[in-house]
């Protein structure tokens, strides 16, 4: 469901940017490591989480699914997560040390937290979460070397991109009065996006948008 909050609920009531000094540098799993249990389905991968982990692990998008991944829904889109497992719900990628495992290529909510993103007309800025992370001795770090991910400009276009593309599917969910369709687009996002494996060698960005151009062609039928 989606859900209308103000920045103060949420957050220490800014907007940040990447040059932005904030307070979120928690020392990683030198603390607690609680953001990495018990969350649920919350961490929510994007294409390019999907891509990143399959490189750096080896496996297939396939593989991925059948194992560290699970398919969850969020507003009427079916997408993976990562899984939480054991008697504290800890993440799959955590060690017995209390390390993350792929903490060379985690994914994008695991680079933000406790950062978040918030959606404007043109993009997204960054905010600070004020009920999230338990550490109170956060030190202040810029966004973008907390964030630490090549090319940051083409990869926040292609967050704020992926994002719109998702709320465009669920307006179509919304209007939707066929169930097979919605249950057809899903496969279809799905395969698309996650399941095909993208091409070694080439860019990641310019065959994601590839897909993402012959895929908005298809719902500008629906919409």
Known sequence: MRREVTLE?????????????????CQGCSGCCECCRGM?????????DVWQLSRG???????????????GV???????????????????????????????????????????????????RYILQIHECVNKNRTKIKVKKWIDI???????????????FLLK??????????PSLEKNLNLY?????????YEEGRDFYSQFYERLKEAEEILSLEL
């Open 74 to 124: 969020s507003d009427g889109n079916i997408l993976p997560h990562l899984a939480m497992r054991g008697p504290k719900e800890s993440c799959v990628f955590l060690d017995q040390e209390g390390r993350c495992a792929v903490h060379e290529f985690r994914p994008g909510f695991c680079r933000l937290f406790p950062l978040g993103r918030y959606y404007i007309e043109d993009g997204f």
């Open 9 to 25: 609920e949420i957050s220490d009531g800014r907007l940040y940017e990447a040059n932005d000094m904030v307070k979120a540098d």
């Open 150 to 164: 090549p090319d940051l400009k083409r990869y926040e276009k292609f967050v704020f991109d992926w994002h719109e």
């Open 40 to 48: 649920g389905d919350s961490v929510i991968l994007d294409p390019y």
């Open 189 to 197: 996002v799905l395969g698309r996006f996650y399941r095909k494996p």
């Open 57 to 71: 692990l080896k496996k297939s998008p396939e593989e991925l699914l059948a194992g560290e991944l699970e398919l």
């Open 169 to 178: 599917v669920q307006e179509i969910f919304y209007r939707a009065e066929d």
